[in-house]
């Protein structure tokens, strides 16, 4: 593996690539090391948090393993706050100073505070390297430049195997104990101990894969493996029938006997896989039935969360059959996306750097946006000129109207890309209603909502909530940038700061609107969900915004507002049977009574209330059964039952089964990612427990495992000679769950409940 030759695009003069890499580590260890991977530096630098230490160690000590061109791969530790602008920047000029070469950036990983304030920094400091700068984008597979261009020579993944990037997650691989049976009899060999029925259908499936990849390149396929658990390694924390990997891709497949088991596992097997090889894994299920006797569709059906989920069913026979060469397996199982095609609006040059311009020029265009320097026109009116604001739209509602809240904007404009289309009509009336009532709390509470609209329109607010005219390419910071800048230029006025923030949309959008700022003028904001503060890369911290009105009708899809009690309103049937309503209804009302004046709603899930479907009551614990909401906040109430009825489609019966401590770990864990995927750190999900039903310890360590964390793997260490301690990111930590053991109406149940209201910081 060579270094790579690619060269600056500023003229045929251009000198070759810098010898240094400077690479943005984050929760995903993946796309860190596929660059270092690509690029092949002599030095490589891995700027990271507090947080990601031991994964940025892992990333260098597997670049230096799999890439010889590498002499030199080093940490760089940024801090503990991450988002916070002044922070960040005082710890990247550290490293800016000490890096006296010309050097690469690539920003895929890391915090979107760290990648645009280094994109900034490379950009003032090499103004029209634009391929000096890159990101990975995983939707096409592409190394993606800032002015839209691309990495021709492609993602190098060659030296990868599926054992490097599994202990890239900090998981181990191990052969199970009937592999080496399985491989004998594959070849034919006689074996005192015969194979079950079961351990012969997984051969077959992974024959019928080697035969079809074998001699690919970047192919791999293994048979069965497990994960040993971390606190007792002679014990498994969980296994794969087979896991075949082509690049830097992995499909964990499970075969199943039965194809009425597949929906009930779908959940589990999505989750071990992803804790195993990153969010870009996927599943497939081989069963020995007939083709539809599994469906994608009825795994949705049964849990409505895994709608969309990188799962595939198949039938053994119809594997064999339809799947008849390499590059057809290739295409099902491994897709990517091929890269889009350039908007138009992206076409146009890019406009002149102001960091690259004299002072004078500098301050024109600054004075040209209306911002002072004094003071961050994000930091709420204040007496000052509302800003023009801008931001991309991500898959999550709840930070747009804290942005909105922050900055009480003269005109908000949002840019979408094609996933986050579907939002827009719920985004423009959530943001009218929240400025007014931010502006006019008093008139907002007294208003009839049926008046609601004509008084919107009478203090022009349909007019403070625009949109882009169509998509932009969610993995272009040049496609971004454009419309960003073009969206300035039409509504900007003489006497209106620009503010760009990031605090939603992907990170290259991110990059984008910070470039775009950064060429205008403006100012580049973070808003913090859970402490709702405002970070500035020109004034710093300035201050917290008020809670945003929320129509939580809108955010909570697939909830119902709640006026009585769960017991009352739950399925009889099957529902009442997965959960624990009485505990859930008993930490509700202590809830509200230790929610003081905080007025409290309640929302249940829809598949749960007497008359819902049959099918998805089955898989209701794994989502919040009811979600609490107070302003901005949300607590999520989940108490599933150990014993619990299982349904298993081919005999259309269900069976009572106990689930052990895995099963409600990860019925708990699934319902804490669905509020974070509705809520973000905005909102907390309680696990309700009973002491009486065993103690929860096994299933904390679960818990932990499923969120990455492991508290055993050593002591913090000084230098990078030594591993450093492991430890959960901020991120991970809110698709944790809290797990609250205690009787209701105790003591120590009101101690529990009372500290993680106060987390949420009501």
Aim: hydrophobic letters at 45%.
């Amino acid at each position: 593996m060579g270094r790579s030759a690619d060269l600056d695009p500023v003229g045929a003069g251009a000198d070759a690539a810098p010898a240094t890499l400077v690479v943005l580590a984050g929760t995903s260890p993946t796309p860190a090391l596929l660059a270092a991977l690509t690029f092949a530096p002599r030095r490589l630098v891995l700027v990271h948090s507090s947080d990601t230490a031991r994964r940025a160690a892992r990333i260098a000590a597997a670049a230096r393993r799999l890439c010889p061109a590498i002499e030199v791969a080093r940490r760089f530790d940024v801090g503990e706050d991450v988002f916070d602008f002044r922070a960040v920047a005082e710890r990247f000029a550290a490293l800016s100073a000490d890096l006296r070469e010309p050097w690469r950036l690539c920003y895929t990983g890391g915090s979107k505070v760290m990648s645009a304030h280094a994109v900034l920094l490379h950009t003032e400091r090499f103004p029209r390297r634009h391929r000096w700068r890159s990101y990975l984008d995983a939707t096409s597979e592409t190394l993606r430049f800032t002015d839209g261009s691309r990495h021709q020579a492609g993602i190098d993944s060659s030296a990868l195997t599926a054992a490097e990037l599994a202990g890239l997650h900090g998981v181990e691989l191990r052969p199970g104990d009937r592999t080496a049976a399985q491989e004998a009899w594959l070849r034919g060999e006689d074996r005192q101990t015969p194979l079950t029925s079961g351990e012969m259908a997984e051969a077959r499936v992974l024959a019928l894969f080697r035969r079809r990849l074998d001699h690919v390149p970047g192919a791999e396929v293994l048979g069965n493996r497990v994960m040993p658990d971390p606190r007792n390694p002679r014990d498994s924390i969980g296994d794969f029938d087979l896991i075949v990997r082509y690049r830097h891709r992995v499909l964990c497949v499970e075969v199943k006997r039965d194809p009425s088991h597949i929906p009930d596992a779908a959940g589990w097997t999505l989750t071990k896989a992803q804790r195993a090889f990153g969010g870009a894994a996927r599943v497939l299920f081989v069963h020995d039935g007939a083709k539809g006797d599994c469906s994608i569709e009825q795994i949705a059906a049964y849990d409505p969360e895994l709608s969309g989920a990188p799962l595939h069913v198949r039938s053994l026979e119809e594997l064999a059959r339809d799947f008849g060469t390499a590059e057809r397996m290739i295409a099902s199982f491994f897709p990517a996306a091929p890269p889009p095609r350039r908007p138009v609006a992206a076409a146009a040059p890019a406009a002149p750097d102001p960091a690259g311009a004299p002072a004078a020029d500098r301050n024109r265009t600054r004075a040209a946006a209306g911002s002072d320097p004094a003071a961050c026109p994000a930091a709420g009116r204040g007496g000052g000129a509302a800003p023009l604001l801008l931001m991309g739209l991500g898959g999550n509602r709840l930070p747009v109207l804290a942005v909105a809240r922050a900055c009480l904007p003269r005109r908000a404009v949002m840019l979408f890309t094609r996933q986050s289309e579907k939002e827009l009509a719920a985004l423009d009336s959530g943001v009218r209603r929240m400025l007014l009532a931010a502006e006019e709390p008093e008139e907002f509470q007294r208003l009839n909502r049926r008046r609601l609209a004509s008084r919107l329109r009478r203090g022009g607010y349909p007019d403070r909530v625009k949109f882009a005219e169509a998509a932009v390419d969610a993995a272009d910071v040049a496609d971004v940038a454009a419309r960003a800048r073009a969206k300035i230029d039409q509504y900007r006025a003489p006497d209106t700061p620009v503010v760009a923030d990031i605090t939603t949309g992907t990170k290259a959008m991110s990059t984008g609107l910070a470039l775009a700022a950064h060429e205008r003028g403006g100012c580049l904001t973070y808003v913090s969900p859970l402490t709702r503060r405002v970070s500035c890369r020109t004034h710093g911290p300035v201050g917290r915004h008020p809670p945003a009105a929320v129509e939580w009708r809108h955010l909570l899809r697939g909830y119902r507002f709640l006026a009585g009690s769960l017991s009352e309103a739950i399925d009889p049937g099957i529902a009442a049977r997965q959960v624990d309503a009485p505990l859930i209804d008993a930490a509700a009302e202590q809830v509200r009574e230790l929610a003081g004046t905080a007025e409290i709603a309640a929302w249940v899930d829809e598949t749960a209330v007497a008359g819902a479907p049959a099918l998805p009551q089955y898989s209701v614990p794994q989502r919040p059964t009811l979600i609490l909401t107070a302003a901005d906040r949300a607590l999520a109430l989940s108490a599933p039952r150990r014993t619990r009825l299982r349904y298993f489609t081919s005999g259309d019966l269900h069976v009572e089964q106990d689930t052990g401590a895995g099963g409600w770990a990860h019925d708990v864990f699934a319902a804490a990612a669905l509020l974070n995927v509705r809520c973000g750190t905005a909102g907390l999900t309680l696990a309700l427990h009973r002491p009486g039903d065993g103690g929860p310890g096994r299933a904390l360590e679960l818990i932990d495992w499923f969120s990455w964390w492991r508290a055993d793997a050593g002591a913090p260490a000084a230098a990078d000679s030594a591993p450093p301690a492991e430890k959960i990111t901020g991120h991970e930590d809110t698709r944790r769950p809290r797990v609250v053991s205690a009787e209701p109406r105790t003591p120590e149940f009101r101690a529990a409940l009372h500290a993680h209201l106060s987390a949420l910081r009501l």
